[in-house]
């Protein structure tokens, strides 16, 4: 695929912000995260694939952007540092109005995160996540199952879910 301005600006538009939040629920700050959508959109411009179709092109950003992210999560610099965990800004807000939801997400073990973000931000069905994950999809709906268990547990004292 020969890229163009006007082609890239397009995917830009189109792809940067659901790039942005899953990187996002992987490196857990905005400045890796934002570093991970560069480097998609790099991958992109260097790709000459043709797409068979706007899912094709989807699934394979989704691909690349968890490809990336765990890369950079396994690189000697990302192992030895000290996060400094309010001194970032979260990109989005749940519906409520404070970061209560979205802090217990980023607490969920990696592949619980991501399987959340997936279903519940980006609203694909656990077939597609688990094409994304590499993982059976019975798999996945025991990820998202646990997952919810936790965060049933984590969000207790915020949100009374036994009434």
Known sequence: ?????????????????????????????????????????????????????????????????????????KQFWNKNIVELSHAYELPYNDSYGDDSVLNAVLSLPEHQRIAIHLYYYEGYRTAEIAGFLKKRESTVRSILHRARKQLKEILKEAYDFEQ
Do not use: P
């Not at 992109?44 to 179709?53: A, K, P, Q, R």
């Open 1 to 73: 695929m020969e890229n163009t301005e006007k082609q890239i600006s397009f995917l830009v538009d189109k792809y940067s912000d659901m790039i942005f939040r899953l990187a996002f629920s992987y490196m857990k700050n905005i400045y890796d995260a934002e570093d991970a959508v560069q480097d998609v959109f790099i991958k992109l411009i260097e790709n000459d694939t043709e797409f068979e179709n706007d899912e094709h092109e989807k699934f394979w950003i989704i691909r690349v952007t968890i490809n990336i992210c765990k890369n950079k999560l």
